[in-house]
């Protein structure tokens, strides 16, 4: 899913090309993209951009007169702008923005139809897609601090939840924990002052950083390769590679859709945190650590030998 550094560079560039121009209409290839039916689509056309905004995950065109559109992306969602509007027949396109000079194309690689279209007839309507989660980048320490504290979630679930904080999700929560050393598994409510240091420091040093990184890679395009797993990135997505830091390999907890990537030498001590259906399966044979781990592969290769 894109987050924080991927939106943010998105309504950057979008600010970039449509500033100012007039909407010429808008092409909904999929009827379950649009989650609206007031006001209709048709009466965005010919009003100009007066301003893009970041809404947490999601994305707001606020057109002249006062409606806005919103567009969240969710896991598969992603935009790209083309000279050319493609065919009627163009694989995961779920609707199409005419600009003069150019098209914004909506588009989603699954089945599965989560990303959507919200048409808001004025900034009102655009309260119920605040979930008041903390703009961390502007916030201080301590009420970065307060937020940790005020529910007591898990170090990861904290990150990661729109009403606490906004626009992270498991990409960046990974190398946010990774880099202040810091176990997803541990309670908000056992951290003390000088780990809250810690991932504060990494929240705001991880997040301007990858934005920095990807507004140098767009440069005076478009993002065309919007992706959770990135080469540069320590832990996410690097399950069973070595660790950038100690070489250790990076481990992960799968679960549904998602997995939380960590390095057990640098965040947890060298423990292993239980993966949920392996740990159901295995019960007490889950091994608690990487030296347990190793022993058990050598013995599975042993018994095939």
């Known amino acids: 899913?894109?987050?924080?550094?991927?939106?943010?560079?998105?309504?950057?560039?979008?600010?970039?090309?449509?500033?100012?121009?007039?909407?010429?209409?808008?092409?909904?290839?999929?009827?379950?993209?649009?989650?609206?039916?007031?006001?209709?689509?048709?009466?965005?056309?010919?009003?100009?951009?007066?301003e893009v905004r970041r809404l947490g995950k999601r994305i707001a065109l606020g057109f002249e007169g006062g409606p806005f559109l919103v567009l969240h992306l969710m896991i598969a969602g992603r935009?790209?702008?083309?000279?050319?509007?493609?065919?009627?027949?163009?694989?995961?396109?779920?609707?199409?923005?005419?600009?003069?000079?150019?098209?914004?194309i909506f588009t989603e690689a699954s089945q599965k139809r989560r990303a959507s279209l919200h048409a808001i007839?004025?900034?009102?309507?655009?309260?119920?897609?605040?979930?008041?989660?903390?703009?961390v980048l502007w916030a201080d320490r301590a009420v970065f601090a307060a937020v940790l504290r005020s529910e007591r979630h898990t170090v990861k679930r904290t990150l990661t939840d729109p009403r606490l904080i906004s626009g992270i999700g498991n990409a960046y929560s990974d190398e946010i924990l990774h880099r202040a050393q810091l176990s997803p598994a541990r309670w908000t409510s056992t951290l003390d002052e000088g780990e809250i240091d810690r991932l504060y420091a990494s929240t705001q040093g991880v997040l301007t950083e990858f934005t920095d990184r990807l507004r140098a890679e767009v440069g005076d395009g478009f993002p065309d390769k919007v992706t959770a797993f990135r080469a540069d990135m320590a832990v996410h997505g690097k399950f069973r590679q070595p660790c950038?830091?100690?070489?250790?390999?990076?481990?992960?907890?799968?679960?549904?859709d998602n997995e939380t990537n960590y390095c057990p030498t640098c965040q947890t001590e060298g423990k292993l945190l239980a993966d949920r259906a392996l740990s159901q399966l295995l019960k007490g044979d889950w091994p608690r650590t990487l030296e347990e781990l190793e022993e058990r592969k050598l013995a599975a290769r042993s018994d095939k030998s």
């Open 121 to 135: 007839a004025d900034e009102a309507g655009l309260v119920v897609f605040e979930r008041g989660g903390l703009e």
């Open 244 to 256: 950038p830091v100690c070489s250790t390999l990076v481990q992960r907890i799968a679960y549904a």
């Open 1 to 50: 899913m894109p987050e924080l550094p991927d939106v943010e560079v998105y309504v950057e560039r979008l600010r970039a090309y449509t500033l100012g121009k007039p909407l010429q209409g808008i092409s909904v290839r999929s009827p379950f993209v649009l989650r609206t039916v007031s006001p209709p689509l048709a009466s965005f056309a010919g009003r100009p951009v007066d």
């Open 79 to 104: 935009l790209r702008w083309r000279v050319d509007a493609p065919g009627p027949g163009a694989r995961d396109v779920l609707a199409v923005f005419h600009w003069p000079g150019g098209h914004l």
